[in-house]
């Protein structure tokens, strides 16, 4: 038996910005992916979720965060509590049954069963890489610079610093920005994600919103993705993604707006 699967990300609705009809308009699908960047703020990308949820109460979605979603503007979503106020949302009888959202904290995946009666389990992670090495100073870098220092107000003055070290204060946390951080994130994403593709029962979909090939983000530094294998299973991402298999998986992307993105469709036999 397949089903069918609708990826949406990267539509950046303004806050005060109402929806274009053509993108509440989907194809015929059992699964819709949003993985990211749907609006402006965590709030618009939120509201155009639950516009589909409404109008299409027998399709399931999965939602995963973009760096829009999960790290632009207060610093306190770098803390526990913007999962804690999406996991308390999650509890109210106004959000939708058909609306998926994977806690980051948890090791479960999203076991989703769809109307065709398949089951499937779909893990939605940021996708930090392991940076092995990188060109220039890691502040010059496209990720810092766009999604690390754009991001949060940088302070260098002397109490500023970390005493003992030479490691910069950003906001109320002091690590977010750095390299190490990141790849302390890379290494709890790859376990929890390893453990998961081998105590899968269903069939498997990875959802990470940095693409793990050749993502224009990381530009001018050297790294790698998880080290799994997917073999015939689906990799979402964003960015571009056509005909590219990753450690064995599909990826699959459909960034932007409009009625030609809104139709593109992938059945899953």
């Given at each position: 038996m397949s089903f069918k699967v609708h990826v949406i990300h990267d539509l950046n609705y303004g806050f005060n910005e109402p929806t274009d009809?053509?993108?509440l308009e989907l194809p015929d699908v059992d699964l819709v992916i949003l993985?990211?960047?749907?609006?402006e703020s965590g709030k618009r990308s939120m509201y155009y979720a639950h516009e589909l949820c409404a109008k299409y109460p027998n399709i399931q979605f999965a939602y995963n965060d973009g760096y829009i979603e999960r790290y632009?503007?207060?610093?306190?979503?770098?803390?526990?509590?913007?999962d804690n106020n999406i996991l308390a949302r999650t509890t109210q009888e106004d959000w939708p049954k058909n609306l998926h959202w994977k806690d980051p904290r948890s090791k479960d995946g999203l076991e989703i069963v769809?109307?065709?009666?398949?089951t499937v389990s779909v893990w939605?992670?940021?996708?930090?890489?392991?940076?092995?090495?990188?060109?220039?100073?890691?502040?010059?870098?496209?990720f810092y610079c766009n999604i690390c220092e754009g991001q949060f107000p940088v302070h260098t003055l002397e109490s500023d610093i970390l005493p003992g070290t030479d490691i910069k204060i950003y906001g109320d946390i002091d690590t977010w920005a750095t390299r190490e951080y990141i790849?302390?994130?890379?290494?709890?994403?790859?376990?929890m994600i390893r453990n998961w593709e081998v105590a899968g029962k269903h069939y498997n979909i990875l959802v990470t919103h940095l693409n793990p090939y050749?993502?224009?983000?990381?530009?001018?530094?050297?790294?790698r993705s998880y080290n799994i294998h997917l073999y015939d299973r689906l990799w979402a991402t964003t960015q571009l993604a056509k005909d590219v298999y990753y450690v064995g998986a599909k990826l699959i992307s459909n960034p932007g707006r409009g009625s030609i993105a809104r139709g593109k469709v992938l059945e899953v036999d």
């Open positions: 009809p053509t993108d993985n990211g960047n749907l609006g632009r503007g207060h610093v306190d979503k770098v803390k526990n509590d913007y769809l109307q065709t009666g398949q939605c992670a940021f996708g930090f890489p392991n940076v092995i090495d990188f060109e220039g100073d890691w502040e010059d870098t496209w790849q302390q994130k890379f290494i709890e994403q790859e376990d050749k993502d224009p983000r990381l530009e001018g530094i050297s790294y």
